[in-house]
């Protein structure tokens, strides 16, 4: 199993630029997130998805979007880059909810630029 | 809304010593606390959770309801323990969780 993968590890953007970030899973995992780390900010949600067709906002939001067509994959898209959205993003998945059996599989992030 | 408090940035310790890092979180109801790791070059991954009271690598955590915290221990470092470490806690009916900004634990020889 390659687990979560997430493409690209790397990418610099101009400002008003668009791009959607990759994340598949090959876990059957019913549950995808995308977080955001900012340098001593920790990770914060920005949408996660419980399921193919229900995505729903987490902490930071504004500036992305998402859609969860199929199990395996949960893109990522910034429709205007902003240098805000300078950071690194973590795409992750899990079987289920927070439960007391939850853990969590990470990809391994894409560091992005934006100038 | 939840919050969990990592107050250390990097904690810097001698091989051999014992390590503390110290995870406060505020939450009105009964929380599930985890401990999560990122070794250098490598995926953050789950190192233990509250509610199987495991030891893992040597580490232990204990959640105290009346301090709201949730420190992880260990006795001895070890230089491969050199990591980022973050605490996380999910809402006991929740299905997202809420990461702490991390402390870097150093081990020197």
């Known amino acids: ?115 | 809304a939840q919050r969990v408090t990592q107050p250390e940035k990097l904690l810097s310790v001698f091989k051999g010593a014992p390590v503390e890092l110290k995870c406060n979180y505020s939450y009105s109801g009964s929380p599930e606390l985890f401990w999560y790791v990122q070794y250098s070059r490598q995926r953050l991954q789950l190192l233990l959770r509250h509610i199987s009271r495991e030891s893992i690598k040597g580490f232990t955590a204990d959640l105290n309801k009346g301090e709201t915290s949730f420190h992880l221990k260990k006795p001895f470092a070890q230089e491969e323990d050199s990591a980022m470490y973050y605490c996380a806690l999910s809402r006991s009916s929740g299905d997202k969780l809420t990461f702490g900004t991390g402390t870097r634990l150093a081990v020197r020889p």
């Not at chain 1, 955001?36 to 987490?58: E, W």
């Not at chain 1, 300078?86 to 969590?104: H, P």
Request: charged fraction near 15%; aromatic fraction near 12%.
């Open chain 1, 1 to 115: 199993n390659a687990g979560v993968t997430q493409t690209p590890k790397f990418r610099i953007l101009k400002i008003g630029q668009s791009m959607t970030l990759q994340c598949t899973q090959d876990m059957n995992h019913n549950y995808m997130y995308w977080y955001r780390q900012d340098p001593g900010m920790g990770l914060k949600l920005i949408y996660y998805s419980v399921g193919a067709g229900i995505t729903d906002k987490g902490e930071v939001p504004n500036g992305y979007n998402v859609s969860r067509s199929t199990t395996e994959d949960f893109p990522l898209r910034l429709e205007l880059a902003a240098p805000s959205q300078t950071s690194v993003y973590f795409c992750a998945s899990s079987l289920g909810g927070g439960r007391a059996n939850e853990k969590l599989f990470f990809g391994s992030g894409t560091q992005l630029s934006v100038l």
